[in-house]
């Protein structure tokens, strides 16, 4: 793919790994730092601009550094996030960046355009040096 689009956020959270037996088990917080990493075949038109030239606006890949008032994970809890629940390793919270982003960024593409040719990586790291990659 000849365009990588590269954007990171932080957010911050708290949670409890459910039924895991150690300090995870216990309420605790993290500052989650967020690489999204787009790729795309071609160029296309955004939400602010008809010609193509742009593989998605930044806006787009950061929507989760919002408040969670907002939308997005920051100042969450994120136990009671409907999508997460009591699953919230960084395992499980990467695929659900992954899912939402793509979901959001196919949102903004035109009519007849299934963006087939997008591929994006998340990394989440739940401390400086403890990271997740997903993609597929
Ligand atoms: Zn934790």
């Given at each position: 793919?000849?365009?990588?689009?590269?954007?990171?956020?932080?957010?911050?959270?708290?949670?409890?790994?459910?039924?895991?037996?150690?300090?995870?088990?216990?309420?605790?917080?993290?500052?989650?730092?967020?690489?999204?990493?787009?790729?795309?075949?071609?160029?296309?038109?955004?939400?602010?601009?008809?010609?193509?030239?742009?593989?998605?606006?930044?806006?787009?890949?950061k929507?989760?550094?919002?408040d969670?008032?907002?939308?997005?994970?920051d100042?969450?809890?994120?136990n009671?996030?409907?999508?997460?629940?009591?699953?919230t390793?960084?395992?499980?919270?990467?695929?659900?960046?992954?899912?939402?982003t793509?979901?959001?960024?196919?949102?903004?593409?035109?009519?007849?355009?299934a963006?087939?040719?997008?591929?994006?990586?998340?990394?989440l790291?739940?401390?400086?040096?403890?990271?997740?990659?997903?993609?597929?």
């Amino acid at each position: 793919m000849p365009w990588t689009l590269r954007t990171e956020f932080a957010f911050d959270s708290a949670h409890v790994i459910t039924g895991y037996d150690g300090p995870c088990g216990r309420l605790h917080g993290h500052t989650y730092r967020v690489q999204m990493a787009l790729t795309s075949g071609r160029l296309r038109p955004s939400a602010h601009i008809q010609r193509n030239i742009m593989v998605a606006d930044f806006k787009s890949l950061k929507w989760a550094k919002k408040d969670v008032t907002q939308g997005g994970l920051d100042h969450a809890f994120l136990n009671e996030h409907p999508d997460l629940r009591d699953d919230t390793t960084a395992e499980v919270i990467a695929a659900y960046l992954h899912r939402e982003t793509l979901r959001r960024v196919r949102e903004c593409l035109e009519p007849g355009d299934a963006g087939e040719d997008l591929r994006l990586k998340v990394t989440l790291w739940e401390t400086p040096d403890s990271s997740c990659e997903y993609w597929e």
